[in-house]
Structure formats: structure tokens, C-alpha cells
């Protein structure tokens, strides 16, 4: 579908289409943070209150570093991102390996990914980089590192097979779907390919692990439970957006305000996904 839509309908609508996705299924999985730290706050010593201050203060923090410090936090964007991509996705089926590799392989995947959507979308990202930053760059080695990171992964999957640590199936399923990124990265615009990836690859999953953790099942009810509940968070994000842009439209791009309000949900989203997994493992 998604290169369907990419070699009969303008570019434009693909950026059109992208952001509706993202700023539904996207800001859902990564805005509905709330009732999961109701949830493992349950299941903890610490209180929601404490919690949810936590949570407000890492969400201050990221905006306030993306405007004050914006090629840090761009940085730190992406750092966060790769690690939290990865984990989504191999978190199930890497559990059998030793910690600190499955931690090395969630983050070099994750970085993997970007890449390779970096790596065939370089002018676009070197100008979105320069609209953030005011940061000219000539060049993000993209294919070096694609290459360093391909190898890294390589070499933690021989392992984790060799220690039958992983089935050869899986090892295959992934090798198809990096085939399918990569047809998909280079025949879509920056947003429409990450669009893709980011939606039906990523959050989409993170949502429906989600709901089994909060509801314990993902029957109907529970799913229309979570859809009901996550609405007003859903729309204080969207308000939230709208308030930044209104503030900030004269001083900087919107690509500069789009990161950092994603930023800004991201930061915490990945600590709390990452408690959750961890509790998940308990």
C-alpha cells in the first residue's frame, strides 16, 4: 500500500497523509504514557504523584534543551529513538539473550533503521538538520554507517543463533522486512517512508502491547477501554502542538517545532516503555 501511494500520488500528499498518521496513531502510542505509569505505579513503591512529576519534568526538560540546545537534543532525539525502536521490536524475541547485547543489538538496530532512511534521503535530512540547528553539514556518512551497524548486528545475531539464542526463522523474517524498508525508503519521500515504518512497524505493535499490559488481554473491550481513555491525552497532545506553533511560528520552522514537541514526548515515553518491558520480564 505503501508504495502503491508512493508511485501514483504527489509527494504532497504523501507528507499530508504521513502527518495524519502520525498525529494519530503516533501521538496515541507515545502521548497515553499516563495510564501506564498508573499502572506500573500500582506495581511499585513509588507513588503516581511522583511518578507523573517525574514525567512532566523530563517533558519540560526537552523542550526547554530543544530550544536552548537544539543540535544536543536533536542528537539525544535520535539516540532515544534508536534504542526505543529496537527494543520495541526485538524485545520479545531476544529475551533469551544476555542483557548487554540484547541492549547493544536493541540500539544498533534501532540506529539502523534511521540510517537507512537517512541514508537515502541525505539532502532532505541535512536541510531539516540545518533548520533545527542552523547546523550546515556536507555530509552524515550515512553509508558508513549503515555499514558498521549491519556488521555489529551481524556478528550478536551469529552469536545469539550459534548459542540457540534465537530461532533461524526469526533471523530471516527480519533480514525480509530490512529487504522491505529498504525498497520502501528509497522509492518514498523522508516523511512518507519514515511514516511507514514509524506507524505499521512500530507504534501500531507498542499499542497493542500496550493495552495487554494495562488490560491484561486484547480483546475488543479492552481495546475500546483504551481507545476511550486515551482520547483526552491524545487531545492535550494535539492542543499542545497547536500552542507551540502558535508561540513559536515566527522564531522557528516547523520541522524545528514538529521534532521538538515529538522530542518532548519521547524522552519520557521511552523510560516508560522501558520500565514496562522490564516489568513485563518480572
Same mark, same amino acid.
Given at each position: ?64 534543551? @530543544?530550544?536552548?540546545?537544539? %543540535? &544536543?537534543? *536533536?542528537? +539525544?532525539?535520535? =539516540? /532515544? ?5 529496537? $527494543? ?17 543489538? @536493541?540500539?544498533?538496530?534501532? %540506529? &539502523?533503521? *534511521?540510517? +537507512?532512511?537517512? =541514508? /537515502? ?5 541535512? $536541510? ?155
Amino acid at each position: 500500500m505503501g508504495l502503491w501511494i508512493t508511485s501514483l500520488l504527489p509527494e504532497a500528499f504523501e507528507l499530508f497523509l504521513g502527518f495524519i498518521l502520525i498525529f494519530t496513531f503516533g501521538m496515541v502510542h507515545g502521548s497515553n504514557d499516563i495510564m501506564i505509569v498508573d499502572k506500573l505505579s500500582k506495581k511499585t513503591n513509588s507513588t503516581f504523584f511522583k511518578t507523573l512529576s517525574t514525567y512532566l519534568m523530563v517533558v519540560t526538560a526537552a523542550i526547554l534543551i @530543544f530550544y536552548f540546545i537544539p %543540535l &544536543l537534543a *536533536l542528537v +539525544l532525539f535520535i =539516540l /532515544f529513538s534508536a534504542y526505543h525502536f529496537g $527494543e520495541q521490536h526485538w524485545e520479545e524475541v531476544l529475551s533469551n539473550l544476555i542483557l548487554p547485547l540484547r541492549k547493544i543489538f @536493541f540500539f544498533c538496530y534501532g %540506529l &539502523l533503521i *534511521l540510517y +537507512l532512511v537517512f =541514508l /537515502f534521503n541525505v539532502e532532505a535530512v541535512i $536541510e531539516i538538520i540545518y533548520e533545527i540547528t542552523s547546523l550546515k553539514l556536507n555530509d552524515i556518512y550515512a553509508s558508513e554507517v549503515t555499514q558498521i551497524l549491519f556488521v555489529i548486528l551481524f556478528l550478536i545475531t551469529g552469536y545469539a543463533v550459534y548459542k540457540k539464542q534465537i530461532a533461524i526463522k526469526s533471523v530471516l523474517r527480519e533480514l525480509f522486512s530490512l529487504l522491505i524498508f529498504g525498497i520502501i525508503f528509497n522509492s518514498s519521500s523522508l516523511i512518507w517512508g519514515f511514516t511507514i515504518y514509524f506507524i505499521f512497524w512500530h507504534s501500531i505493535p507498542s499499542l497493542l502491547d500496550q493495552i495487554t499490559f494495562i488490560y491484561g488481554d486484547l480483546k475488543k473491550k479492552s481495546i475500546l477501554k483504551y481507545v476511550k481513555a486515551a482520547l483526552p491525552y491524545w487531545l492535550v497532545s494535539l492542543v499542545g502542538i497547536a500552542v507551540l506553533f502558535l508561540i513559536f511560528k515566527h522564531e522557528k520552522h516547523f520541522h524545528s517545532l514538529f521534532f521538538a514537541f515529538i522530542a518532548a514526548v519521547t524522552f519520557p515515553h521511552v523510560i516508560v516503555m522501558l520500565r514496562m518491558f522490564s516489568k513485563k520480564r518480572i
